[in-house]
Nanobody, 114 residues
Framework: EVQLVESGGGLVQPGGSLRLSCAAS????????MAWVRQAPGKGLEWVST???????SYAGSVKDRFTISRDNAKNTLYLQMNSLKPEDTAVYFC????????RGQGTQVTVSS
């Protein structure tokens, strides 16, 4: 059974930083691309970033140069370092196997507010 468990969310002031983690189990983590997606209040799912099996990364324009995705295959863990956070980054963040349509976890809330 695929399990993805996100952690690291919270309340942060604009300009602050957070690091999200996603612990994966139930599948061979290293052979899958992994992604972060988010859902803001009242909106649909939005793709944020992907890292493929070789470590190549891609980002949505709204987070490029502020967020960094990474993975540790030895620990079956996906990360998202979020810097220079803005109020519009407020959302529930999910890690997802492969992308928007893949299995995802229960999410972790990120709230950016002063």
């Amino acid at each position: 059974e695929v399990q993805l468990v996100e952690s690291g969310g919270g309340l942060v002031q604009p300009g602050g930083s957070l690091r999200l983690s996603c612990a994966a189990s139930g599948f061979t983590f290293r052979i899958y691309s992994m992604a972060w997606v988010r859902q803001a209040p009242g909106k649909g799912l939005e793709w944020v970033s992907t890292i493929d099996t070789s470590g190549s990364t891609s980002y949505a324009g709204s987070v490029k140069d502020r967020f960094t995705i990474s993975r540790d295959n030895a620990k079956n863990t996906l990360y998202l370092q979020m810097n220079s956070l803005k109020p519009e980054d407020t959302a529930v963040y999910f890690c997802a196997r492969s992308g928007l349509g893949g299995p995802r976890g229960q999410g972790t809330q990120v709230t950016v507010s002063s």
